[in-house]
């Protein structure tokens, strides 16, 4: 005889559920590409705000032709 298995729900609130999933974050990227017959540069930037804090960054690239 095999018992059915037994599943236990339970409410939660939108502010917990942000708690247990990470909480909540924005965010946003862009970049930029020129390129020329002597060169190309391309750049990025990306930025994420949470409530813990904002992180950034910037890479830029080159490549000679």
Do not use: F, K, R, Y
Request: with cysteine; glycine share 10%; aromatic share 0%.
């Amino acid at each position: 005889m095999n018992p059915a298995p037994q599943v236990a729900t339970a409410e939660i609130s939108d502010a917990d559920l942000d708690n247990v999933s990470g909480g909540l974050a924005a965010g946003g990227s862009g970049d930029l590409c020129v390129e020329t017959p002597v060169a190309t540069v391309t750049s990025d930037l990306l930025a994420v705000a949470t409530p813990e804090g904002v992180a950034a960054g910037t890479a830029v690239h080159t490549a000679a032709h």
